[in-house]
């Protein structure tokens, strides 16, 4: 391949450099945290990404992030495995929220789901199998600081 900026050999240890991480990467899943993000509006599931990073960085966690906007994909991405931790809006697209996490809990999967509402209950989202509930206030400090404790709570614990 030509390349103005290196040479053929430099180009040749790039692409087997690329290739050793890919299968690096491959090895590694265990180290990373799978964190999944539900919520119709792209706005707001940017937002939660934000704080999510901010808080694994701060804490020393290992993470990779994936996000939804249907609670379809949440079931079939959750009942796959391998996942660590969701947050979820109790309101998205083809299957809410709190009906996916009935479907999940009835295939036995018991992945920590925290649904986030500023309509729902926590009622609601307890008795359709949640882990927690997160209302969605106007206080910045006091929503992250809920998702900070789940955080800490579900990846830094021992147990987890």
Wanted: proline residues 2%; positive net charge; aromatic residues 8%.
């Amino acid at each position: 391949m030509n390349n103005r900026f290196f040479s053929s050999r430099e180009m040749q240890d790039l692409k087997q450099t690329a290739l050793l991480h890919c299968l690096l990467l491959k090895k590694m899943p265990a180290y990373y945290k799978k964190i999944i993000v539900v919520d119709e509006n792209v706005g707001i599931r940017l937002e939660l990404v934000i704080i999510l990073k901010q808080i694994c960085e701060n804490k020393k966690v290992f993470y990779n992030l994936e996000g939804f906007a249907d609670g379809k994909s949440l079931v079939a991405r959750i009942l796959r495995g391998n996942c660590d931790l969701v947050f979820t809006d109790s309101q998205v697209l083809e299957l809410s929220s709190l009906e996916a996490i009935a479907q999940i809990r009835q295939a036995g999967n018991k992945t920590p789901i925290y649904v986030f509402s500023g309509s729902s209950s926590a009622i609601e989202a307890e008795k359709a199998g949640a882990t927690g509930y997160i209302s969605k206030t106007k206080s910045y400090d006091k929503y992250h600081g809920k998702i900070e404790a789940a955080v800490i709570k579900h990846l830094l614990s021992p147990a987890s």
